[in-house]
């Protein structure tokens, strides 16, 4: 997929409602908010980049003036919204895979999370949870690709070492071993697109 750019002087149309957004300033981002609903649009890394980039203590004002706009707002009434950029259909992910945010994903172009759960998220980053649930999540991602290996290893009634052999490097991509490595790759790729 090819990144779109966006005039990002120009607010967006939420996904969700329709109406037309606010730019709203948060540290070094610029944050699209739908003040009818309470949605808020991150372009492309932003929402990755806000926790390494700005400190809770740094933004304590901000963020209070932006949570209190999204407390009273409800979740998306679309499962699948479209991409305000690129009218995609975006993916339904959890951020960090356990926080229990719900964002709206677009490979592409960035992430919208509906009202009820920018604020959960803005709750999780102020309280400084952000380093936690990154640390977490690298707990599940561990676990999910071994879940995963384990699975496999059983469908094609591989030998319990296959793993350790590739860690080693003692076993190459022989052609009867290919779609393991394959089917490998792309569960890799998804845990680190999200």
Not at 150 to 168: D, I, M, N
């Amino acid at each position: 997929m090819e990144f779109r750019r966006r005039d990002e002087t120009q607010p967006l149309n939420c996904p969700d409602c329709g109406s037309t957004s606010e730019i709203v300033r948060l540290g070094t981002l610029e944050l699209d908010l739908c003040d009818a609903c309470g949605g808020l649009w991150f372009d492309r890394n932003e929402l990755e980049r806000l926790p390494r980039e700005v400190s809770p203590e740094d933004l304590s004002g901000e963020i209070q003036a932006l949570v209190a706009r999204l407390a009273a707002r409800r979740s998306a009434r679309k499962v699948y919204p479209l991409c305000p950029v690129c009218r995609a259909s975006m993916n339904v992910a959890q951020y960090q895979k356990v926080s229990g945010v719900v964002v709206h994903r677009c490979m592409t172009c960035g992430v919208w999370l509906d009202g009820a759960n920018a604020a959960k998220f803005f709750f999780l980053f102020e309280a400084g949870r952000m380093a936690e649930l990154e640390d977490r999540a690298s707990h599940v991602n561990t676990e999910e690709l071994e879940a995963r290996v384990a699975k496999l290893e059983k469908q094609q009634s591989l030998p319990p070492t296959l793993l350790g052999a590739c860690e080693a490097g003692t076993i190459g991509p022989a052609p009867s071993n290919l779609h393991i490595l394959f089917d490998l790759i792309g569960f890799l790729g998804s845990l680190f697109g999200d």
